[in-house]
């Protein structure tokens, strides 16, 4: 695992003054976390949730718009991807037995922010399977945060015919000790080394290229497909989004941001969750592929609009312990973009 963050590639930056940390979960898994400061008094902290695949420094241009907009935040890398430690001998096998083991991570963070001071309140920008692990997180009534966005949160699997089908075979195949292995004609390669053309995540050449370049620069912060353990602890998650129970316990307005586009996961499902589960609302950002955050300056602006519109956490902290606002809020509905 890393300690340190990457050198940025040539003709790329990094915010100045990251504080970069090794924490520890629960059960002994290391995890490489970045707290960063706005210039000015920050409007709170806002902890971003990457998604599978992901690494600090590809959300660089991301903590760049959040500080500029006077937010605090924290950050960490998940399990058995980017700069931290992995679950398997194969460092490029995106591994996890069961997506509770997420959640010891995003404990780890919480409470390594709570240390540091970080100024409250609290807010999450969580994407994909970040989105699926703070739904989790949310859903069993976790009230540390006052709003929470997500960007194509990971709700179902987009294009899957049959859905049972994968599921059963996901479980066999784990059940009979092939959790560890690659998915079916899955390999070693990020997505970021297969080349722009054709690729689901965003169209935006620029910003694709500036993610091929940070793991051209440290190929280790890269991961490849998913193992079959990780799809069957995905389905797992995913089949819990589906009770009609799911988030009774949410007491935390959240605005899904819905690629009009993905090909990744079933928009269709996240923006009838957002519909039915409590304080949500969603938004569709159509022509978006995956990685909104990724896209294109124009499916930005749109984004960063409603993102404004949405996380107000309150005025400048002038003292971290200062409490935030904690009584359930309904989410403001936006209009589709």
């Not at 963050?5 to 790329?12: A, I």
């Not at 699997?157 to 599921?167: C, D, E, Q, V």
């Not at 935390?252 to 009838?272: F, Q, R, Y």
């Not at 990724?294 to 005025?315: H, K, P, S």
Request: hydrophobic share 45%.
């Amino acid at each position: 695992m890393l300690d340190h963050l990457v050198p940025p590639p040539d003709g790329l930056t990094f915010p100045a003054n990251a504080e970069v940390a090794v924490i520890e979960a629960a059960d002994g898994i290391r995890l490489r976390a970045v707290f960063l400061h706005p210039e000015a008094q920050a409007l709170g902290t806002v902890f971003l949730l990457q998604g599978r695949t992901e690494f600090i420094e590809k959300y660089a241009e991301v903590f760049e718009n959040l500080l500029a907009r006077h937010f605090a935040i924290a950050s960490v890398d998940w399990r058995g991807q980017g700069g931290s430690e992995r679950q398997l001998s194969n460092p490029r096998k995106g591994h996890v037995e069961d997506f509770d083991d997420y959640l010891l991570d995003l404990d780890v963070l919480i409470a390594e922010a709570r240390k540091r001071n970080m100024p409250e309140p609290y807010g999450l920008l969580a994407h994909s399977t970040g989105g699926a692990i703070a739904l989790l997180a949310l859903a069993r009534g976790r009230d540390d945060f006052k709003r929470a966005v997500m960007t194509s949160p990971l709700v179902g699997i987009a294009g899957l015919r049959n859905k049972t089908g994968a599921r059963v075979l996901a479980r066999t195949l784990s059940s009979i000790g092939l959790s560890g292995l690659y998915i079916p004609k899955g390999g070693p390669k990020s997505i970021f080394e297969k080349g722009f053309a054709g690729n689901p995540l965003t169209s935006d050449a620029q910003r694709f290229e500036t993610c091929a370049a940070w793991i051209r620069k440290a190929p280790e912060i890269g991961i490849g497909d998913p193992t079959i353990g990780w799809v069957d602890a995905a389905f797992d998650a995913m089949a819990s989004f589906g009770d009609a129970d799911f988030g009774r316990e949410n007491c935390t307005p959240i605005l899904m941001a819905i690629a009009g586009s993905d090909t990744v996961v079933d928009a269709e499902a996240s923006a009838a969750l957002a519909y039915r589960m409590r304080s949500a609302s969603g938004i569709t950002l159509r022509g978006a592929r995956h990685e909104i955050l990724m896209e294109t300056d124009a499916i930005q602006a749109e984004f960063w609009a409603a993102f404004d519109a949405f996380m107000r956490l309150g005025e400048p902290q002038t003292a971290p312990s200062e409490e935030a606002d904690a009584s359930p809020e309904a989410a403001t509905p936006m209009p589709e973009a």
